[in-house]
T-cell receptor, first 113, second 118 residues
């Protein structure tokens, strides 16, 4: 069974702090990794994607990937109350061209003003 | 960015009735659409992959005769929950892949449909 694991949280951080969200995946052959933000009752919104080992930065968001450890993380700098949401880690476990994602259960983030 | 319209956003129905959910790509053509189901505090679970002009591919454990998927055009896929029962109550979300892209970052989600079966 191919899986994506996340700590369900809730993760609480004060406004302005760095929020660190973690995700592990079971399929060593996975090639592409995604972070989605989902507000309650709404559909997921793509925040970041990463394909190569290392860090990828986009504004206040940094995605980190370590394929050897089968680990991907999302850092949110200068966290804002509007960042409070559930963050879903998604992995394409079926290889390039399949476009099918396996989602983790999500980590609920709460940014305290 | 590209827009995927999904409706209805919420539906309440009696047990035994059928419910149709529509997913439209508004400004791009989508050869492939995906249907997910999400129970409270659970992850999105892929139900089926829908390809324009061909039969949908269902994930293991998903009843194809209960969840009918039609992808008749490059901009429209429908999911019909037949003879719905309370255990079918869930949040259903579609996503669409833009035809010209080769990477997952061009996968766009609809706004979701909350189905409640009484």
């Amino acid at each position: 069974q191919k899986e994506v694991e996340q700590n369900s949280g809730p993760l609480s951080v004060p406004e302005g702090a760095i929020a660190s969200l973690n995700c592990t995946y079971s399929d060593r052959g996975s090639q592409s990794f995604f972070w989605y933000r989902q507000y309650s009752g709404k559909s997921p919104e793509l925040i970041m994607f990463i394909y190569s080992n290392g860090d990828k930065e986009d504004g206040r968001f940094t995605a980190q990937l370590n394929k050897a450890s089968q680990y991907v993380s999302l850092l949110i700098r200068d966290s804002q109350p509007s960042d409070s949401a559930t963050y879903l880690c998604a992995v394409n476990m079926r290889g390039a061209g399949s476009y099918q994602l396996t989602f983790g259960k999500g980590t609920k983030l709460s940014v305290i003003p | 960015g590209a827009v995927v319209s999904q409706h209805p956003s919420r539906v309440i129905c009696k047990s035994g009735t059928s419910v149709k959910i529509e997913c439209r790509s508004l400004d791009f053509q989508a050869t492939t659409m995906f249907w997910y189901r999400q129970f409270p505090k659970q992850s999105l679970m892929l139900m089926a992959t829908s390809n324009e002009g061909s039969k949908a591919t269902y994930e293991q454990g998903v009843e194809k005769d209960k969840f009918l998927i039609n992808h008749a055009s490059l901009t429209l896929s429908t999911l019909t929950v037949t003879s719905a029962h309370p255990e079918d109550s869930s949040f259903y979300i579609c996503s669409a892949r833009e035809i010209r892209t080769a990477t997952n970052e061009k996968l766009f989600f609809g706004s979701g449909t909350q189905l409640s079966v009484l």
